[in-house]
């Protein structure tokens, strides 16, 4: 659904009066880890439908996943160099030096990423004329069908906009009702 919703929006940017499309090379697509796949399918895809190419840089908790989609994507038409996977020798550079080691790099010309406003603002610190967008808060979703346990859906939707303003990523901020529910 995001690669089609990504190549749907691509293809608008050419209706936009007054705009030129001017991508840049290179982007940082750092995603967040909660929920790993469809926060580095997000950043990667809306990278590529940008017009530029990505380097995926993958939380330590969500490694193994976003190499799983690296993979699926080079299995892709798209041309392999397009993606590329920044994978991080733990033993050998801590997460911090891995990370600034890539925004400082001059060839990166931005970055996108899913995280805390903190994060951002310490890439900023390393290279303050880096353009960097990004996306904070969470948005996961309850669903509640015919067979769920209706006092505990409620509880737990309650605490979600009680207790979080569903802005913790564990907790539900959207909920859809399915059939009789």
């Avoid at 993958?58 to 590329?84: C, F, Y």
């Avoid at 996961?140 to 409620?154: C, R």
Wanted: hydrophobic content about 50%.
């Amino acid at each position: 659904d995001l690669a089609n919703y990504y190549a749907h929006l691509a293809r608008q940017l050419d209706r936009m009066q007054g705009a030129s499309f001017e991508p840049v090379r290179v982007t940082l697509a750092i995603p967040g880890w909660i929920p790993p796949l469809s926060s580095a399918a997000n950043v990667v895809l809306s990278v590529l439908a940008a017009g530029s190419a990505a380097i995926l840089v993958p939380a330590p908790r969500s490694e193994r996943t976003a190499a799983i989609l690296a993979r699926v994507l080079w299995a892709t038409d798209l041309p392999s160099n397009l993606v590329q996977l920044a994978a991080n020798d733990h033993q050998r550079l801590s997460e911090d030096q891995f990370t600034r080691e890539l925004i400082v790099d001059e060839r990166i010309e931005r970055v996108l990423m899913q995280g805390q406003y903190e994060t951002a603002a310490h890439f900023l610190q390393w290279r303050a004329d880096l353009p960097l967008m990004g996306a904070s808060g969470g948005k996961s979703s309850a669903i509640v069908t015919p067979a769920a346990d209706y006092d505990l859906a409620a509880r737990d939707i309650a605490e979600s906009v009680i207790g979080a303003g569903g802005q913790d990523p564990l907790r539900p901020s959207v909920v859809m009702l399915v059939g009789a529910a």
